[in-house]
């Protein structure tokens, strides 16, 4: 089981950094695009829409949003030139402000899983509740995944790839150590705290070396520092919520896994739980440090 772990861990690594530095963005787009609808497919699956014409609605619901927000820039030129509006092309930064809705969403969940997990894993929603709050998560994710390497380059969409990967193997060797006391036993019996201190320190550790590359290039800047590792910290907590989050859906419906289409790991969910929630944030405060490309 170790071994199909690593080699499906090492296959998948090396197709995402050929994606991140090789293809152009939108290419990119469309690779992250796919793979959110596989996971959009499982999600389908976990809160119980069973019939395929529904199941296909759901994915034509975020498709159709995805092309909207990729050809943003093109149909505000198109309302441009229809209407005689040229002010209209001032719209093309609104897209920005859509990132606060799902930080306040999964900070919201953080709080709510670290005070009240039995709670949390009772909520009883209806169907139709679930699949948007999937929708919502699932099309974020897309969206400030595929910005971040738009606006921000290979190099910083990388990082934060390599962060949240990062933290998830500094969580587990200090888990597997030190992890006596548990974070959320009722949702997760393998989360404990002395993990998530060891993902933090992770993203300390990474977040010191990865600015030291802007702090070459564009000068040395102490408060820039100080605020990437915040930020880089901030991110990868919220993160372990993420995962969380997605134990919480399949323990209410007795799923270990998400799916099974990656082998030794699961679903894609079981993939991509942690940058559900850790990219809208990551994007967000890099808005806010003022970090170039």
Do not use: C
Request: aromatic letters at 12%; hydrophobic letters at 55%; zero cysteines.
């Amino acid at each position: 089981m170790l071994l199909t772990r690593i080699i499906t861990a090492t296959v998948l690594a090396t197709l995402i950094a050929l994606a991140v530095f090789e293809l152009p963005v939108e290419y990119f787009s469309l690779s992250i695009a796919l793979i959110t609808l596989l996971g959009a497919w499982e999600w389908t699956q976990l809160v119980s829409i069973t019939t395929l014409y529904k199941r296909i609605f759901f994915l034509i619901t975020l498709i159709l949003p995805m092309a909207g927000l990729q050809f943003w820039t093109q149909i505000l030129e198109l309302i441009a030139t229809l209407t005689d509006w040229p002010d209209v092309r001032d719209y093309s930064g609104i897209l920005e402000w859509l990132v606060i809705p799902p930080v306040l969403f999964w900070i919201t969940v953080m709080i709510l899983i670290r005070n009240v997990p039995t709670q949390v894993l009772n909520i009883q929603l209806k169907v139709a509740s679930k699949a948007l709050i999937g929708w919502f998560v699932l099309l974020s994710a897309w969206m400030f995944l595929t910005r971040l390497r738009a606006f921000y380059g290979p190099e910083m969409t990388m990082f934060f790839l390599v962060l949240i990967w990062g933290a998830d193997v500094g969580a587990y060797f200090t888990g597997k150590k030190w992890g006596a006391v548990k974070l959320a036993p009722e949702i997760s019996p393998g989360k404990t705290v002395a993990g998530v201190r060891g993902a933090l320190l992770s993203g300390v550790l990474l977040s010191v070396l990865f600015i030291g590359y802007y702090s070459l290039r564009d000068g040395f800047v102490w408060t820039r520092v100080f605020d990437f590792v915040l930020l880089s910290v901030l991110t990868v907590l919220i993160s372990v919520y993420g995962d969380l989050f997605v134990s919480v859906v399949k323990r209410q419906v007795g799923a270990k896994d998400s799916g099974t289409l990656l082998p030794g790991h699961g679903g894609i969910l079981d993939r991509i739980d942690s940058i559900l929630a850790a990219i809208p944030l990551f994007y967000a405060g890099i808005i806010l440090i003022g970090l170039d490309s």
